[in-house]
């Protein structure tokens, strides 16, 4: 099965394969789908987030403007494999948006004009059950491209080292959703306390050789043993099993990002006052982990967002799931996203945001942030035109009491800081009230700030990620990340994140380890014995097993 699509006129084609095409004179193929692969949660497979869509350009830029190539048709193929083939439409859709400026529409269309071509497979999200939400290619073109209008990010000067930096758990677990607005992050930790990752792993055949031989039993080790086992997996260096971090961690990088408060979603875990002891607002917004929010908690978590000046950090316990959904709230009401759009863009900075009931929550909470939003900006533009009559009457009246012997005009300079607006009272009646400009200023206004204003820096430091060891460079508008390096510090981190990095080797640590001891009539811990590593680095790992 051949199936082409032209996105540049006999140059670029994107192309669905059986096998993998030989290379001909007048023709170059080239396929992502084993470079850029999603490292999935669950049954989650997609899309592919922001660092690998600046690849996949920066790639396909170079080809076509490559000497050797200028006269070949250049095909970004694929497999008929519908995971790998939708993220790779994903890819290329992308770049037809940002480079090609099409619409989402007009990107979209010739990659499923062809009645012969397969559907492309909705995405779905991180949770363990059944899928109950589709996110569709089409929504995550609409989000690119309406994230690429607001000015969430720009691929001129976009670092995606930086951004696969600090993504890793060990080095934080931070991605910026919106440039100097939002930060999503794990929840940090209150100390360096174990935070045990486990894998279930159901009628597992358990040797008894190793264990019943140091017993002097092994007449009878060639019986295998079923049984149902939960193996903890620990990261040697760390005594929490994996890499986590302390408020204190997080505080060099908030202060040169301009982080002025953070939001908290889960329970308690640290105390906040290591956080307001920096200088920093802290709120408690607590729901239960998977679960929704109630109307008080949007209506809270939108007000701290409006009127936070600076940087909001926001987290839950792997700051995915509920992070992610207030988070899509504030982008549906300001932006005006739709609740898939909103969920593709967060998905696409952060995958695995936005898990279970929460995506159904926001489709049916997605009319009401519209209508939502249409308040707050009619009502900054009624703030607007109050501010403009009264600079207005304001320089008039000053006009008229000028005397040709003045000097200046007493009064004018502290009213260009502060002017007097009308507002409603709690009766609802109006009033005069001093507001500063600042406040008043619309929503292009702070984006024009945002971009006036980065500087950044990048640093790889040790536990408390000392600002002194930064190393300036030039910093991405999409990403607004800095000196954020945790070798050894600790924090809370979502066994999300840590499943992921811990289950590849649980069943090759299982077949592999030596187990020292076990006790055929209690069934209690055995920890299994691995070579220990002077080189943390190397992730050398312990295991224990849980026989049920």
């Known amino acids: ?160 080292d930086e951004y696969e930096y600090y993504e890793k758990v060990e080095n934080g677990d931070l991605n910026w959703i919106i440039p100097n607005k939002y930060l999503a992050f794990c929840g940090p930790h209150s100390k360096q306390a174990r935070e045990d990752v486990f894998k279930f792993i159901p009628n597992f055949q358990l040797p008894l050789a190793p264990i019943l031989r140091p017993l002097g039993l092994g007449f009878i080790s060639k019986i295998p043993c079923v049984r149902h086992i939960m193996i903890k997996v620990q990261t040697l260096g760390s005594p929490e099993g994996y890499p986590v971090h302390s408020p204190e961690a997080y505080l060099p990088y908030f202060r040169e990002h301009n982080i002025t408060a953070v939001v908290r979603l889960n329970k308690k875990i640290y105390d906040a006052k290591r956080f307001t002891d920096a200088g920093l607002d ?37 700051g995915l799931g509920r992070t992610g959904t207030l988070i899509a709230c504030y982008i549906m009401k300001h932006y005006r996203f739709s609740a898939a759009e909103s969920i593709a863009w967060l998905r696409v900075c952060r995958p695995g945001s936005v898990i279970g009931p929460q995506q159904n929550f926001l489709i049916e909470k997605q009319d009401w942030l519209w209508l939502q939003g249409d308040l707050y900006r009619s009502k900054v533009k009624d703030y ?7 600079c207005v009457s304001k320089i008039m009246s000053a006009v008229d009491g000028m005397k040709l012997h003045d000097v200046g005009i007493s009064g004018f300079e502290n009213d260009s800081k502060s002017l007097d607006v009308y507002e409603d009272d709690e009766n609802g009646n109006q009033k005069y009230s001093s507001k500063s400009r600042s406040k008043l200023s619309t929503q292009g206004d702070k984006l024009n700030q945002i971009k006036a204003q980065r500087k950044h820096t990048r640093a790889t430091t040790t536990a408390t990620i000392s600002s002194s060891e930064t190393k300036v460079h030039k910093r991405p508008s999409s990403q607004s990340f800095k000196a954020f390096g945790l070798k050894n510090s600790q924090g809370f981190v979502s066994p999300l994140k840590t499943s992921r990095v811990a289950a590849v080797n649980a069943n090759n640590l299982v077949n592999s380890a030596v187990v020292s001891s076990c006790s055929t009539t209690n069934k209690r811990l055995t920890r299994l014995s691995t070579p220990t590593s002077q080189n943390h680095s190397a992730k050398s790992l312990l295991c224990q097993i849980i026989i049920i």
């Not at 939108?302 to 839950?316: F, N, P, Q, T, Y």
């Not at 607007?384 to 009264?390: A, I, L, W």
């Open 282 to 318: 802290h709120y408690d917004l607590f729901f239960v982990d998977g679960s929704v929010p109630t109307d008080n908690i949007v209506r809270k978590f939108l007000e701290i967002s409006e009127k936070c000046d600076g940087g909001l950090a926001v987290h839950c316990k792997a």
């Open 384 to 390: 607007d035109k109050v501010y403009e009559n009264n």
């Open 1 to 160: 099965m051949n199936l082409f699509i032209v996105y540049f006129i006999d140059r670029l084609y994107f192309a669905t394969l059986r096998g993998r095409p030989r290379s001909k004179p007048n023709v170059h193929y080239f396929s992502i789908d084993d470079e850029l692969v999603y490292e999935n949660f669950y049954m989650d497979f997609g899309p592919l987030n922001l660092g690998m869509l600046y690849r996949y350009c920066c790639k396909l830029n170079k080809k076509l403007k490559s000497t050797n190539l200028s006269r070949k048709k250049i095909i970004h193929y694929t497999s008929l494999d519908g995971r790998k083939r939708v993220n790779a439409a994903f890819l290329i859709g992308s770049y037809a948006i940002i480079y090609l400026k099409m619409t989402p529409e007009e990107a979209y269309k010739p990659l499923v004009s062809n009645s012969s071509n397969p559907t492309f497979i909705p995405f779905r999200d991180a949770s363990f059950g059944s899928n109950s939400f589709d996110l569709h290619l089409l929504d995550c073109l609409q989000a690119v491209s309406k994230a690429l209008m607001n000015g969430f990010f720009n691929f001129e000067t976009f670092d995606v």
